[in-house]
C-alpha cells in the first residue's frame, strides 16, 4: 500500500508536484524563464497537467461547490498515476500552493486509490507493479490525525478491493470468514464465526437454501466493535451480502458479462468488513455490529429449486421461484438476526440487482430506507461529499403485491418491473427497526477504468458509510 505522509517543509523527493490555479504566482514554484513562459502558455490552453524539469504542475479547477472541487482534485491525482510510473517516482512531494485548503489531501487520495493494483497472480507482478511507495504532503494547515486517518480508509479500501478480486477457488465461504477474523485481530474489533451446524441450529433457512447445491458450507460472520466511549446506546448495524460464486443456481445466469464475474458477489460483505476495519483502527467512538452471511449459489442434484417453500429464521415462509434472488434469501435471515440487537439503525449492503445497475448505471448507489428523513439527509450528505451518491428509491405499499404468493407468505420475486424495488420489499418484510437498504450492483465492480475507482473492484459504499457514521458521532454530541 501507498503510505502518506505529511510535512510542513519541502524535502528530497523523485517528483514535486505543484499543485497550483490559473491566477499562482508561478515564482512560487522555482521556474526558470523558460519554463514559466512554457507553463503559462500551457494554462492559456487550458493544459491542467504541465511536466517541467522533474516537477508536475496541476492546475486546478474550481468547481460549482467544494465537494467537486475535491472529487475534480481526486481524478487529477489517479491521473498522474501512468507518468509517476513512467518516470520511475517512488516517493512524490506534493505542494499546495492554491487558495484551497486541504487541496493536497483529496488529491493525495486519488493518488493513493489510483495506484492500486491485484496483480499477486501474475508471473511478472513485480515488473509491473507500481514504483509509487511514499506520497508526502507539504501543507501546514492538515494534521497529523487526518493523515493517519486517511492511511487507514485507504488500507481499508484495498482490503475490501483486494477480497473482491480474488476468484472463488482461492476465497471461498470459510476462507471469507477467515479473512474478516484476520481483519478484526489486526483492528481490534471482536469476530465470532458460525459454522454450519450452528446455522441449522437457528434454522436460517434463507442462507442454507442458497447454499444446499454447494460443496462448501457457508458461514454466518459476527463482526463487533464496542468501544468503551461509544455515543450510541443502540448498535448500528452492518450486513452485508456475502455470495462469494453465483452462477444462478437452477435459474442459471447467461454467461458474457453475468457469470463471468460472479465471484464479485461478495462485495457487500466485505465491504462492511472493510467499515468495521476503518472504525475499529481510528477508534470510532460507536457501538457497531456487522453480520455477514456467506455462501456460494452453485448447481447440483440437491440445489434448491423453482417452487420450493423455504421457512426463513424468522418463520416466514418463502415460495422461491428464481435461484438467482438468492441475495435476498440469505440478507433476510441476517435482517432477521439484527432484531436482537434492538438496533438504533441497520444498513445493508449487496450487489443486489441488475434493474439497479440498469437503472443508474455506476454513477451511484441505488437505496431505499425506513429511517426517518434527517438520517438519510445526512446520507446523501456524505454521498456527495465522498462522491459516491444515491438514488432513492420508494417502498411504496403497493409493491408489496407484487411478492404476493398463493401458497406461501410470498415470493422471492415480483415480476418483470421494478425489479430492484421488489427486491428491496422482500428485505423490508424482514426488519422491524430503522432500515437502509443499499444496491451496489452498479458500483461494486467496473469493466473499465475510471479514476481513481480503477477497474475492476471499487469498494464504492466504504468512504460513504465511514462519513455517515462520523455524522453519527457527532450528532450524539449534540444531544
Known sequence: MISIQLSRKVTGSDCHIFLIEKHT????????????TYVK????????????DGKLIVVLSKKSSADATNEDLRRKGSGIVSYLNEQKCAAVAIINETGTKEAGLSFAEGLALGAYQFIKYKKEKDKEATKLKTVT????TISKETIDELNVVIDAVYKVRNLVNEPVNHLNAPKLAKEFEKMGKEAGFRTEIFDRKKIESLRMGGLLSVNQGSIDPPRFTIMEWKPKNAKNKKPIILVGKGVVYDTGGLSLKPTQLSMDYMKTDMAGAATVAGIMYVAAKTKLPLHLVALAPSTDNRLSGNAFAPGDIITMYDGTTVEMLNSDAEGRMILADALSYAKKYDPQLVIDMATLTGAAAAAIGKEGIVYMSTAPKNVTNELEESGEEKHERLVRFPLWDEYGDYIKSDIADMKNVGGKNAGAITAGKFLEKFTSY?????????????????GYKGKNATAFGLRLIYNFLQKQVKNAGKQ
Open 137 to 140: 504532503i507539504i501543507d501546514e
Open 41 to 52: 502558455k500551457s494554462i492559456d490552453k487550458n493544459i491542467d497537467t504541465i511536466s517541467t
Open 25 to 36: 504566482n508561478l515564482s512560487k514554484i522555482n521556474l526558470s524563464k523558460e519554463e514559466t
Open 434 to 450: 430503522p432500515w437502509i437498504h443499499l444496491d451496489i450492483a452498479g458500483v461494486a465492480f467496473l469493466h473499465g477504468a475510471d
